[in-house]
């Protein structure tokens, strides 16, 4: 059944200087349901030239009325946002659960977390301040935090409303004017939310969305001498080119690009308060999330419990299209149904130890069925690379040494977490782990948007969410007079 989307704004046009219009070019990228490969519409096919404009807009926003606005102004802008969202928040719901194919409630939750974060950046646009320095005698030293200018960000399509919550929330806060290049596979929300941020009185060009293909709007986006900041969120590939890109105009970039996230239950580990977090933080989003807990080291002594509670679960999981609002939707794509389903076929000489099920057949949505592995030796390609699918694998381990030095031997270092009653380890594997966050008996906080979020090694640097992301999109200037 083609599914009606009920869409208050036209998912054709880009909005670029406060009015929607056609890309330059007028063709349209075809608008998939993953959960029954229909199409179910269409959108803007953006490309350089529509990118230039969005970019001039965005510096006469700059030069205009958003230039000067004051930091309460901004806040204020942002809390009269979040309430225009959160007045749609069942609207916005879904449309990402048909866009993306998340189940509803999942993707209630993420228009929850955009409120939040606009309420979040909103509370503190006005309380980002410089410093003084104490100096020579004479010397009056002081700092202040300005806005980059044009900031450009590129949005993949698993996490649309928070990643755009977390990105334009906080660069819009300290005054940027904001190009966003949403993902192709997914960006009806993206345009509801540049819509709602019109009715909320944003000045024109201070938010302008072009849609449109990665290797053209995205890299024009990147590319673009203009440009002061780039946020990146996507794959490592794709980081690397965005990264080279913004290399060549000297501008910085902050790249968040996934991960290969465990979770480690020591012998000590409260199984029945764990046992949530260690099934849901794998398949939530069908697993495309990157912080998605993909391995699940367990030491050797509660091997076998932890190894059939988990597969308890996962026989209960069930499978189907986003809008019936079951535990897993479809993935994004069929290519990304290809990738998984690759990677399963390369775990054929794993144990398999559960599998979830589909309460209809399948049809022609994009699944494929959450799948629990045991017994994985750490150097497996189902251990090492990132799945992006509902797909994780138990791995043993004796000792302390053993544990972290399995949870640091991926590529990538972007959450971990800690199951243990044992204070001093805590504190000490805290230490020793190498990822952007670390949870202490729970996984991912709620998602908190104050904290602080980013990657080491090939998850990507900088740091989005919370404060310091206020801090990611200003330039620090100091300023010292002397005055004898
Ligand atoms: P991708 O990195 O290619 O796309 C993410 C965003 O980047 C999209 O908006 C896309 O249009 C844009 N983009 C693509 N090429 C670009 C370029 N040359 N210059 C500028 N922007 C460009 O990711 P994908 O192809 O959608 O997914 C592939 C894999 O990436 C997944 O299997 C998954 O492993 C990973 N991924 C990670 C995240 C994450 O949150 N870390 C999100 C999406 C995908």
């Not at 970019?55 to 030069?63: D, G, I, N, T």
């Not at 497996?380 to 004796?398: K, N, S, T, Y």
Request: contains cysteine; hydrophobic residues 40%; aromatic residues 8%.
């Amino acid at each position: 059944m083609t599914e009606n989307l009920n869409l208050w704004f036209d998912p054709e046009k880009c909005l670029i200087a406060g009015k929607w219009i056609s890309c330059a070019s007028g063709d349209s990228l075809p608008l998939m349901n993953p959960s029954n490969g229909e199409r179910i519409g269409a959108i803007a096919r953006g490309r350089a030239s529509d990118i230039d404009a969005a970019v001039a807009a965005a510096h006469e926003a700059r030069k205009g009325d958003w230039g000067r606005t004051t930091a309460a102004e901004r806040g204020r802008f942002l809390f009269r946002l979040g309430k225009l969202v959160e007045d749609r928040i069942e609207d916005l719901a879904r449309i990402e659960a048909l866009d993306v194919g998340k189940p509803l409630k999942q993707a209630r939750n993420d228009a929850v977390a955009l409120v939040r974060y606009l309420e979040f950046y909103g509370g503190a646009a006005d309380k980002l301040h410089g410093e003084t320095i104490p100096y020579l005698e004479g010397y009056t030293v002081y700092t202040l935090r300005e806005p980059f200018g044009v900031t450009g960000h590129i949005v993949p399509w698993n996490y649309p409303m928070q990643i755009i919550g977390r990105s334009v929330g906080a660069a819009l806060a300290v005054g940027n004017a904001c190009v966003l290049k949403p993902a192709e596979d997914a960006c009806l929300t993206a345009l509801a939310f540049a819509d709602l941020a019109r009715e909320a009185g944003l000045p024109e060009g201070a938010l302008n969305v072009v849609p449109g293909l990665g290797s053209e709007a995205g890299a024009a986006l990147t590319a673009h001498p203009n440009v002061q900041h780039i946020s990146f969120t996507g794959s490592v590939a794709t980081g690397v080119q965005v990264q080279m890109a913004a290399a060549r105009n000297v501008v910085p970039v902050t790249l968040e690009l996934g991960g290969k996230s465990p979770q480690i239950f020591f012998e000590d580990g409260d199984l029945e308060a764990a046992l949530p977090f260690l099934v849901n933080a794998g398949i939530q989003n069908a697993g495309q999330t990157c912080s998605a807990s993909s391995r699940i080291l367990v030491q050797r002594s509660r091997l076998a419990e932890v190894a059939e509670r988990m597969a308890e679960k996962y026989r209960a999981l069930k499978v189907g299209p986003a809008l019936a609002d079951l535990d897993v939707g479809p993935l994004i794509s069929a290519k990304q149904q290809g990738i998984v389903s690759s990677f399963l076929d390369r775990g054929a000489d794993l144990e398999k130890v559960a599998e979830g099920r589909f309460l209809d057949a399948p049809g022609e949505g994009n699944y494929v069925k959450p799948t629990l592995f045991a017994g994985v030796d750490p150097s497996h390609v189902l251990a090492r690379d990132e799945i992006f699918g509902p797909v994780q694998v138990i791995i043993p381990f004796d000792t302390e040494d053993e544990a972290t030095a399995i949870a640091n031997g991926t590529d990538y270092g972007l959450v971990a977490s800690i199951w243990t009653r044992d204070g001093a380890r805590q504190m000490r594997m805290a230490k020793k782990i190498r990822t952007g966050q670390v949870f202490i008996n729970n996984y991912g906080a709620g998602g908190g948007v104050e904290l602080p979020f980013g990657g080491m090694g090939k998850s990507g640097h900088g740091r989005e969410k919370g404060f310091e992301a206020l801090y990611g999109f200003t330039s620090l200037k100091t300023v010292a007079a002397y005055h004898g």
